[in-house]
């Protein structure tokens, strides 16, 4: 399983690169597994200012649709459009083209509470 040391991660099976002030979000190489064969991403917040761990958007699979989670408080500023006619991205690249959404950052305190990739192993090892 794949699981970059230079990104962060949530509880909630997010991913996080930080970016100055940017974070970009997506779902781990674990939760596209689990979630099985992805056939739509929904995100409705473009443009909103989302707190944290409020939900942003759902993930729709074949057997199961999933709530995604805001892993920092910000500014939903772009949703990455491939995702509408190939939401099979999520699965097959979650870390790089199946990215979802990208935030700016209203409150980089946030960052120190999210998982680096040790803590996310052990939180998945369970």
């Known amino acids: 399983m794949n699981i970059p040391a230079d990104l962060k991660y949530t509880k909630d099976h997010e ?5 100055g002030t940017t974070a970009t979000v997506g ?3 674990f939760a596209q ?16 200012n989302v707190d944290k761990d409020e939900v942003f958007g759902s993930v729709e699979a074949v057997k199961t649709v999933s709530d995604l989670f805001m892993p920092l408080s910000g500014e939903v500023v772009e949703f990455n459009e491939q995702l509408e006619d190939e939401p099979e991205l999520v699965n097959k690249d979650p870390y790089g ?3 979802m959404i990208k935030i700016a950052i209203s409150d980089e ?3 120190e ?3 680096d990739a040790e803590a996310y192993k052990e939180l998945i090892a369970g």
């Open 109 to 111: 305190s946030e960052i």
């Open 33 to 48: 597994g689990e979630l099985g064969d992805i056939v739509y991403v929904d995100v409705d917040t473009l443009d909103d």
């Open 27 to 29: 779902i781990t190489d």
């Open 97 to 99: 083209d199946g990215w």
């Open 113 to 115: 509470g999210l998982l």
């Open 15 to 19: 991913w996080i690169k930080i970016d």
